[in-house]
């Protein structure tokens, strides 16, 4: 059959029209991925304020009640000069120190103008401590016991001379007065409006926060109905055109094989004949040429791409999204010097599976000499920095213990550049040679990444 004549078109061109058909369908549904995105985050961002305020309301609780508690055991102590209380006064300031603990939980967690009124609670609270330590440093006085016995806090209160020249009776009374007095209540009173504000300037921004999220989430909602709705028009669509804009199987079968595909086995018995002998031809014939492929694009030895592909790839546009690792085997040479090169076909051939099993599915690994590999991340920007250093270490940890007796040690220097940055030498692969060689010079064994400054110390030549 001659090939080169064209078939005669009719009809709409409804190769055409699926492609464009799928292009708008993905892009669509890649809306809808984000729209879905966005509706999620949105509601992880409800959820996260609502828990924060929680955390928030929980740690201002837990000030106001430390606060309290120690009121609390300060008067007990004032009124019955118990030494229970003053010891439960004190485990609560230096050892439990709820809340030290709730102000540390805080900080930097809300705004600075909420936070301030909380710091402005805590001042107020050491101001009324003041207050309790003098009145129990006069209540000690007042029983007789001695300072010492008592923490330092006490013990460093000196009480005032005229205070000090009052009698039992009269201190007792003098103490009892200062936690009870006009002026105990009104710091107290500022403590708690101090938390009240705090709690206040949280709430509002929280249910303005939540406010705003809630209308982007209602935004995005409304978009996915519409994304939705589209996505069924053009399903609806596609079935029409496909229902009505066939092509008869004869024009199939010749549109599949000029694009060098099987043909469908569909209309009449003898075309079925013919497409089931076509098929098997095209079938043998498609065999001997992938395997033509394969052996023109991958290595040997390892199975890798070779240097011939890697070439390929270096060229593709898609390298501006990726990051390229060049790999050298460390004193390589010693190893075919040492052992043969038996050996050290076998040591290549297991740092190939090493860095298969390092790298995903989608990254193209390649030999790209006799012990330099090249692996290219696709989709890795800068971000992926501390996953490749952590990749080479798990790579270098195992090639240095193998788990067999006839491979021995070896490691791996890398060098990395990302094709998303800018290229300081023109080109990622320079870039990438550059950093391989700081790796050389730095004792081997390690990984190191393109930076700018590697620019001044020019491309070093190959070393071993």
């Known amino acids: 059959m001659d090939v080169s004549v064209k078939p005669e078109k009719s009809g709409l061109p409804l190769g055409k029209l699926n492609y464009v058909m799928t292009a708008v369908t993905l892009l669509i549904s890649a809306l809808l991925i984000y729209a879905t995105y966005r509706t999620s985050s949105g509601y992880e961002r409800v959820n996260a304020a609502t828990a924060n305020y929680i955390a928030w309301e929980q740690s201002a609780s837990s000030i106001k009640d430390a606060t309290d508690y120690l009121t609390e055991q300060a008067r007990n102590f004032v009124m019955t000069g118990e030494k229970k209380y003053l010891q439960n006064y004190f485990l609560e300031v230096n050892v439990t120190r709820r809340r030290e603990s709730a102000m540390a939980k805080l900080k930097g967690t809300s705004s600075e103008e909420a936070y301030s009124k909380l710091e402005d609670a805590m001042r107020q609270s050491q101001a009324q401590m003041s207050l309790e330590w003098y009145a129990m440093r006069l209540t000690i006085s007042a029983y007789g016991y001695n300072p010492s016995d008592f923490p330092v806090e006490l013990q460093s209160t000196t009480l005032l001379s005229k205070d000090a020249k009052l009698s039992r009776a009269e201190k007792q009374e003098r103490a009892?007065?200062?936690?009870?007095?006009?002026?105990?209540?009104?710091?107290?009173?500022?403590?708690?409006?101090?938390?009240?504000?705090?709690?206040?300037?949280?709430e509002e921004a929280t249910r303005s926060q939540q406010e705003q999220t809630s209308n982007e989430m209602r935004k995005l909602l409304e978009t996915q109905r519409l994304l939705v709705i589209t996505l069924i028009m053009i399903f609806i669509l596609v079935i029409i055109m496909n229902s009505f804009l066939i092509i008869n199987p004869l024009m199939k079968g010749i549109l599949h094989i000029r694009t060098e595909q099987p043909i469908p086995i569909s209309g009449s018995y003898e075309f079925q004949y013919l497409a089931k002998t076509y098929n098997l031809m095209f079938v043998a014939n498609q065999k001997k040429a992938n395997a033509l492929a394969y052996e023109a694009s991958h290595d040997k030895l390892t199975g890798l791409y070779n240097r011939v592909e890697y070439d390929e790839l270096i060229k593709s546009p898609d390298m501006l999204t990726s990051a390229l690792l060049l790999i050298d085997v460390d004193k390589f040479k010693s190893v075919n010097d040492t052992y043969g090169h038996d050996v050290g076909d076998k040591v290549l051939v297991h740092i190939s599976a090493v860095l298969r099993e390092s790298f995903r599915s989608n990254d193209y690994i390649c030999r790209i000499g006799g012990d330099e590999f090249a692996t290219i991340m696709v989709n890795s920007g800068p971000q992926f920095t501390e996953l490749i250093r952590n990749k080479v270490q798990r790579m270098n940890d195992k090639l240095m213990h193998p788990t067999t007796d006839d491979i021995p040690p070896i490691s791996l220097s890398v060098g990395v550049a990302f094709g998303c940055e800018q290229n300081g030498t023109g080109s990622v692969v320079k870039d990438a040679d550059l950093a391989l060689y700081q790796v050389k010079e730095h004792g081997r064994c390690d990984v190191a990444f393109f930076t700018p400054a590697l620019c001044a110390m020019g491309i070093p030549e190959k070393t071993e």
């Open 176 to 202: 009892q007065q200062m936690v009870l007095d006009s002026t105990y209540l009104e710091k107290k009173a500022a403590i708690d409006e101090d938390l009240r504000s705090y709690l206040t300037t949280l």
